[in-house]
């Protein structure tokens, strides 16, 4: 039985900061995380079902929440929470992993724990 909750985080194409934060969280005990991208370009394009998966969505700007409800907006959708984090790293950068470790970290206690 899983009890971990599970985060979504998304960004524009999905090949730079969400995937980021898919590959350093992929093996934390506290909760499972998938990656998804905005963009008709992306490495792996946002679906309904990840959003049904989801118990807590990071997106990357704020822009991207807003295009979320423009696409899904007639939806029940869970909490959505910008990180506020711009595209101006690359894949697995270490100033990018620095800042995506803090913000996950501080967003999944926040909204987790009791």
Known sequence: MNNRPNLLV???????????????????????????????????????ADLNWADLVLVME???????????????LTRIEVLGIPDEYEYLEEELIEILTTKITSSFERNFKT
């Open 62 to 76: 704020s822009d991207h929440r807003s295009k979320i409800h423009d696409i899904y907006g007639r939806l029940e």
């Open 10 to 48: 998304i960004c524009g194409k999905n090949k730079k900061r969400s995937r980021t934060a898919e590959y350093i969280f992929k093996n934390d005990e506290r909760f499972s995380i998938r990656s998804a991208g905005l963009s008709p370009k992306s490495t792996r394009k946002l679906s309904l």
